[in-house]
């Protein structure tokens, strides 16, 4: 008798979820009980007694989520993108003070909504001090999402030549191709950086190569800004690439070519990722200070 009630009281809690009763032997959705004393499936003709699904407690919870408002949203996505600073857009138009002929500019809302947004104006030259203090400072910044972290593990200030060393430590993912899966365990990396900063000559010399994936890729990067001689609001950037591969099996060109793409990719975010710290150094007034 007891292994009967069992099994009864087993059932029950098989045939009902909430307040939505199923069918136990073709798990149908069952109309509800109401003043019924059978309930019988649509689907088999099963029949239920209507007393077994009465008195069940049913507790529901729900989040904001849930609920979905357009209101609510146009208020978070506000909220949300607050300081995701915009990268302002670039146009031909010459700077009047230093005669660039390139300007970014962005728009903004300044009096009432049927009215003309006001264009703002910015030139795109900036001084050795600003941008080598937003290299030093470009993580984390939007564009730059495959850079985990960025730690510096050593500086130090040569006192007879006044500049400044330090070497970090960045750790990197990228998504890894199918055809290298098989011989690339992990798709993240560690990258050695040493810059030297030289505030007399105005110079910053970056130097990264990897320390990981060594055998199948060996990337070595060489940064220099310098300040513009002729003019003192404009920074001169140069680099250099070297991409080898000695991994063999007759990969190594597809390897190199491969990782030039992706390099060529990461350039292009890294200029963006470059252009929106200065934009955001400068219209916080950060690196104001001489180094």
């Known amino acids: 008798m007891a292994s009967t009630d069992a099994r009864k009281a087993l059932d029950q809690r098989r045939t009902n979820f909430g307040s939505l009763i199923f069918c136990p032997t073709c798990a149908n959705l069952l109309d509800n009980a109401g003043d019924q004393d059978h309930i019988v499936c649509h689907a088999c003709g099963d029949a239920q007694e209507g007393t077994e699904f009465e008195d069940i407690e049913t507790i529901s919870r729900s989040q904001e989520a849930a609920f979905p408002s357009r209101l609510r949203n146009k208020r978070s996505l506000v909220q949300g993108v607050g300081e995701v600073e915009r990268v302002n857009a670039r146009v031909e138009e010459v700077c009047p003070e230093c005669g660039e002929n390139e300007m970014t500019f962005h728009t903004m809302q300044m009096r009432s909504a049927d009215e003309g947004q006001t264009v703002f104006y910015r030139c795109v030259n900036y001084s050795w001090n600003t941008v080598s203090c937003a290299f030093l400072n470009r993580y984390p910044n939007p564009f730059a999402t495959h850079v985990l972290s960025a730690d510096t593990v050593a500086h130090r200030l040569d006192t007879q030549t006044g500049e400044l ?29 040493h810059v030297v900063v030289d505030p007399e000559s105005g110079t910053l010399v970056s130097k990264t190569r990897n320390i990981t994936h060594t055998r ?11 300040a513009d001689p002729f003019n003192i609001d404009r920074t001169l950037c140069k680099n250099e ?15 190199e070519n491969f990782s030039l793409s992706r390099f060529s990719e990461n350039i292009a975010k890294s200029r963006k990722g470059m252009l929106y710290v200065l934009d955001l150094a400068q219209r916080k007034g950060l690196f104001r200070q001489r180094l």
Do not use: C
């Open 216 to 226: 199948m890729l060996k990337v070595e990067e060489k940064q220099t800004l310098v």
């Open 165 to 193: 060393h330090i070497t970090r430590l960045l750790r990197k993912t990228n998504s890894i191709p199918r055809w290298a899966r098989s011989i690339m365990r992990g798709n993240d990396a560690y990258i050695l950086e």
């Open 241 to 255: 690439t070297s991409i080898v591969s000695n991994i063999g099996y007759g990969l190594n060109s597809r390897i």
